[in-house]
């Protein structure tokens, strides 16, 4: 059974820093590409940050220069640091595992596997 537990979410203010980590991210079999989505209420789940087997990383635009995704493959845990959040950052953010090593289509469409998600609260 594949379990991806999250654990740093939290209530910031705008301006500060959070660290998300992900236990678990990536398959024990074949490296895969990981990533992090968030989704707002009532707003369709977005994806924020990817990595991908190769190193690769994207951004989203609304986060690039701000939020910094890596991987300790010593540990097995994908991490997400978030610098200068915004209030517009407040979601629940959910660590991905893809199905393969790219995430061709920068969507949920390539992912396999979720966690339960962690809640980031930026206020003003």
């Known amino acids: 059974q594949v379990q991806l537990e999250e654990s740093g979410g939290g209530s910031v203010q705008a301006g500060g820093s959070l660290k998300l980590s992900c236990a678990g991210a990536?398959?024990?079999?074949?490296?895969?590409?990981m990533g992090w989505f968030r989704q707002a209420p009532g707003q369709e789940r977005e994806w924020v940050a990817l990595?991908?087997?190769?190193?690769?990383?994207k951004y989203a635009d609304s986060v690039k220069g701000r939020f910094t995704i890596s991987h300790d493959k010593s540990k097995n845990v994908l991490y997400l640091q978030m610098n200068s959040l915004k209030n517009e950052d407040t979601a629940m953010y959910y660590c991905a595992r893809g199905i393969g090593g790219s995430c061709y289509h920068q969507s949920a469409a390539d992912i396999g596997y979720w966690g339960q998600g962690t809640q980031v609260t930026v206020s003003s």
């Open positions: 990595i991908e087997a190769s190193g690769t990383t």
């Open positions: 990536d398959s024990p079999y074949s490296p895969r590409c």
